[in-house]
């Protein structure tokens, strides 16, 4: 039977995530604010608007398209999902929300004197991501290697139990790996990685996958 994935969106288009999971061989169910349903087998955090300052203890210093009912559920979803020991995939928004459930940080505007690809407006920018050797982006794509990237805010203060396993050319910390917890957190979107100039964000959605299987 294949895998069935709970995946937390902020109520838009949710079809490339839905096809990336088919792809690999799951079941997605994508909704807005759902509730903590341990019977999926896995955990999708999606991309989307930014988390409230507040819940990193800062005041609104850029961030924008701020959705509160969205964080409460996701960070309940967490405690849900990592409590039961439930494998977590989290993309872009959901890469920040997994850093700040486990109590680090996030910087609300990367600024436009850094490399053009963190500008959300501009959509898709592919760049090279360095990987930390023996870390499973490693694993799968080697040392160096094009992702996609559509954001403005990136990982702050890293939260308890994660070590940052890959990073752009600027710095910003592209993927974490947690000491004891089956997520895998990335700050690129491998849903929208499926054409040549990235590697192919297939393989993290079937390693996934076999996690939650």
Same mark, same amino acid.
């Given at each position: ?66 959705? =509160? $009912?969205?964080?409460? #559920? @996701?960070?309940?979803?967490?405690? %849900? ?5 439930? *494998?977590? +995939?989290? !993309? ?70 994660? =070590? $940052?396993?890959?990073? #752009? @050319?600027?710095?910003?910390?592209? %993927? ?5 917890? *089956?997520? +895998?957190? !990335? ?27």
């Amino acid at each position: 039977m294949s895998p069935r994935i709970l995946i937390s969106t902020g109520g838009g288009d949710a079809a490339n995530y839905l096809a990336a999971l088919a792809a690999a061989g799951g079941a997605g169910d994508a909704r807005y604010l759902p509730a903590p349903d341990l019977g999926y087998d896995g955990l999708l955090l999606a991309g989307g608007g930014d988390m409230d300052p507040a819940l990193f203890g800062q005041e609104n210093r850029g961030s924008r398209g701020i959705d =509160r $009912a969205r964080d409460r #559920a @996701e960070l309940a979803l967490l405690d %849900a999902f990592c409590g039961a020991g439930k *494998p977590v +995939l989290a !993309v872009c928004r959901g890469h920040q929300v997994v850093n700040v459930w486990l109590g680090g940080g996030l910087i609300q505007d990367l600024g436009p004197g850094l490399v053009p690809f963190h500008r959300k407006e501009e959509g898709d920018q592919v760049h090279l991501v360095q990987a930390e050797k023996g870390t499973l982006l490693h694993q799968l794509y080697g040392p160096v290697f094009p992702v996609n990237s559509s954001h403005h805010q990136g990982l702050g203060p890293l939260g308890r139990g994660l =070590r $940052a396993t890959a990073w #752009a @050319e600027d710095g910003v910390v592209e %993927a974490v790996e947690h000491e004891a917890l *089956p997520i +895998l957190s !990335v700050q690129f979107h491998p849903e929208r990685m499926i054409g040549p100039d990235t590697v192919d964000g297939g393989a993290l959605f079937r390693i996934f996958l076999d996690l939650c299987g």
